[in-house]
C-alpha cells in the first residue's frame, strides 16, 4: 500500500479559529478526520501531521524521502520564504516521489506577499483554492500516479 504524509504548517493547527471566512469552519481534527476517509476509499495509507515548526516540518520531509512515502504539504507561510522548506521539499520529487502543494484558500487572490511560493517550482503540482477538499484532490493525485 502506497504511503502518504500530509504534512501541515505554521498555524494550520488553528484551522475553525483562524479566520474562518478565509480557511473555513473545519477544525484540523476535522480535517484529520476527513482524510483519513479519503485514504481508506483510495487504498493509500495515510498519516496527517501539523506542526509551527521550520526545522521540524524539515525533518518530516527527510523522512518522508528515506521511507519512500509521497507528501502533500501545506507550508502556509513558510510557502512564500523558506528556501530550507524548498530544499528539503525537492529532495521528494528528485527521489521520484510525488510531492502535491496544497492551500485551502487561493493565495493569487489574495495579498501581493502571497503571490510567490518558493516551494511551487519544485512540487509535483499545486493545488489552491478548494478548502479542505483540496486535500482530496491531492489524495486522488496521488492515487492515480503510483
Ligand atoms: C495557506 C496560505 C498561506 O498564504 C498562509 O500563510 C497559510 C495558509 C492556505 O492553506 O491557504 O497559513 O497555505
Known sequence: ???VLVL???NLGRLGVREP????????????????????????????????????????????????AHVALNPAAFTHYSYALRDAAAQV?????VLVEVHLSNPYARESFRHVSVVGPIATG???????????LALEVVAARV
Do not use: C, K
Open 93 to 97: 520529487t528528485q527521489a521520484g516521489l
Open 8 to 10: 501541515n504548517g505554521p
Open 21 to 68: 471566512e478565509v480557511y473555513g469552519s473545519a477544525t484540523h481534527a476535522d480535517l484529520v478526520a476527513a482524510v483519513a476517509g479519503w485514504a481508506d476509499e483510495l487504498g493509500l495509507e495515510v498519516e496527517v501531521r501539523q506542526t509551527d515548526d521550520e526545522s521540524v516540518l524539515v525533518g518530516w520531509l527527510h523522512e518522508a524521502v528515506d521511507a519512500r
Open 126 to 136: 499545486t493545488i489552491a483554492g478548494f478548502g479542505v477538499h483540496g486535500y482530496h
Open 1 to 3: 500500500m502506497s504511503r
